[in-house]
């Protein structure tokens, strides 16, 4: 498998609300690390199963649709920048919201495997990228 192997994984599980599903995507280490817009970083396989299964347990499956996706890889890693878009329902009605997130990918030795997931909340203006014109904020 490849790093979109598990990245279409990743994102099918997460519109399914397939724990085990998503949870194999991620490598069997340690130090692995999520951060969902706004909250903590979880770290470990432990703390990051605690918290999707809360977010399924109180709002079932997450409806997003990865956009805009810029990749880069190594040897042994890859890194895979995204926008996503997700449907989301409010009280007048469905509405997208916007996400930043950041995919990272190492080989391990069962094949590809997610070890970083670092989620912020976007516009949908950030699905025009900005180059090498654009003042750095740090």
């Not at 192997?5 to 998503?22: G, M, N, P, Q, V």
């Not at 449907?87 to 590809?112: F, K």
Request: proline content about 7%; overall charge negative; aromatic content about 6%.
């Amino acid at each position: 498998m490849t790093p979109d192997d598990i990245e279409t994984a990743f994102y099918d599980a997460l519109r399914k609300a397939d724990i085990e599903r998503l949870m194999d995507c991620w490598a069997d280490e340690d130090d692995i690390v999520c951060i969902h817009p706004g909250g903590p970083r979880l770290v470990g396989m432990l703390a990051i199963r605690t918290a999707f299964d809360s977010i399924f347990s109180h709002g079932g499956p997450i409806h997003v649709r990865p956009e805009s996706i810029r990749r880069m890889e190594s040897q042994g890693s890859a890194v895979h920048s995204i926008l996503e878009r997700v449907d989301v329902m409010s009280a007048n009605g469905p509405i997208q919201a916007y996400v930043l997130a950041t995919n990272v990918y190492q080989l391990t030795p069962r094949g590809w495997r997610l070890v970083l997931h670092h989620a912020s909340p976007g516009t949908q203006d950030e699905a025009q990228e900005v180059h090498a014109s654009a003042p750095v904020l740090h």
